[in-house]
Every structure is written in C-alpha cells, then in structure tokens.
C-alpha cells in the first residue's frame, strides 16, 4: 500500500553562514542559519518520508541540542529517513519538493540537488522531483529573511 508524507521546514536567512540547499553550496551574501548545515530542502523531504511512516519527525530523530549535529551534513538526516523505510520493510516510490525562495536563483543548481538527494536515499534521480518558485516579493520570503521548502513522499509499506 502507498502511503503519502508531508513536509515543510522554514530557515532564517543571516550573514556569515554558507548557503547549502539539496547539499549544493550556492554562492549567496547570506545562508541559512540552523543547528545543522540548515539545509531547508532536505529536512523538508526528510520529514515527509517520516511523515509517510506515520514517525515522528526530524526534531525526535536528531534533536538540535544535540552536539553530535552540530554544522552536520543534511544528508545524513536523509540517509536514516532511508534506514527507516527499511525498518518498516518498505521502499521508497518517489519524493518531490519545491524550494521557496526569493534570492537566488536556484534552478542551475536543481540537477545537482536531485542528484544528491537521490544518492542519500538510495533511490535514481528520476524518482526526484525538485522545483522552484519565488515568493513574487511577497512576506518573508520576498523579503528574503528566509528560505522554505515544502515535500511530498510517497512510500510502499506492506499492509497491516
Ligand atoms: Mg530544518
């Protein structure tokens, strides 16, 4: 039976801070602050795949006062995101994401990200959708005081 998951996660956009999204570093004047790398996309995907697990989400499996997270890739969010597919004996059909940004551009940077994505999840780029809108100026996004990314999964688990 496939079972869909929801994601969203937002980041606060500051000086001083590397800007990684999909794991790309994009050359920005800002990035996102967070505990981790801050990478918006890839928590949002992560926790749609726990979402379609009915788990908890990314805060439960890697809590941000955690030390051991600290600066840490996203990537290897992803990678227990995949772990737990396991666990529930199911396998991963397919994720797609859009990244909400005003600033910047982010499409030369998409086939990157799908790639890396893919890779932490063990699944081929194909079943990687990743899309991009601005905010059309608008709120805090247009404002570009931050970045947000929103995801589906879906996942094929045994019934129960
Ligand atoms: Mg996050």
Redesign the pocket.
């Given at each position: 039976m496939v079972h869909t998951g929801i994601g969203y996660?937002?980041?606060q956009l500051v000086a001083g801070r590397k800007l990684i999204l999909g794991g790309v570093e994009i050359p920005h004047l800002k990035g996102l602050d967070?505990h981790?790398d801050?990478?918006?996309l890839m928590?949002?995907v992560c926790d749609a795949i726990l979402g379609a697990l009915g788990e908890e989400d990314?805060g439960h499996f890697f809590p941000n006062t955690d030390p051991r997270w600290r600066g840490a890739p996203s990537k290897v969010f992803l990678e227990e995101a995949a772990r737990q597919i396991k666990v529930h004996e199911g396998r991963l059909v397919n994720v797609d994401a859009t990244i909400i940004a005003q600033q910047p551009k982010v499409y030369p940077h998409l086939a990157k990200m799908k790639a890396n994505l893919a890779a932490a999840l063990g699944i081929p780029a194909r079943r990687v959708g990743i899309k991009a809108t601005t905010n059309e100026g608008m709120g805090f996004v247009g404002r570009e005081e931050g970045i947000a990314a929103m995801a589906v999964a879906a996942v094929d688990l045994p019934e129960v």
């Open positions: 996660d937002v980041h967070g981790s801050a990478d918006v928590h949002a990314i």
